[in-house]
């Protein structure tokens, strides 16, 4: 499994828009195949810090996600509401043999 963190810090007043359009792709992200998890969050510490936490199958079809009309109306409507770039990191998990919860 890929866990794909989008840390952003938006600009106050543009809060909402942002907040906005994340919640009405969310959605559609969610539908995508290999979408095990899509959740908006904000901090509770800075409310202008903000999160988008995906998780996915498989490499290709994060990929595919990356490609897709949700990630492209997300990078082209996330640019004019935050206040510098936002920082996107991939980790992949795995869970091992003999350490699930029990």
């Not at 969610?30 to 509770?44: A, L, T």
Request: charged share 30%.
């Amino acid at each position: 499994m890929i866990l794909v963190i989008t840390r952003m810090k938006v600009i106050s007043e543009k809060r909402l828009e942002l907040s906005q359009t994340i919640a009405s792709l969310s959605g559609s992200i969610r539908q995508e195949k290999g979408c095990k998890r899509c959740d908006f969050c904000q901090s509770i510490e800075d409310e202008d810090r903000l999160f988008l936490i995906e998780e996915w199958d498989t490499r290709e079809n994060l990929m595919n996600h990356m490609k897709s009309e949700n990630a492209s109306v997300f990078r082209g409507g996330a640019q004019n509401l935050l206040q510098g770039p936002y920082e996107r990191r991939f980790h992949t998990v795995f869970s091992p043999a003999g350490m699930e919860e029990t």
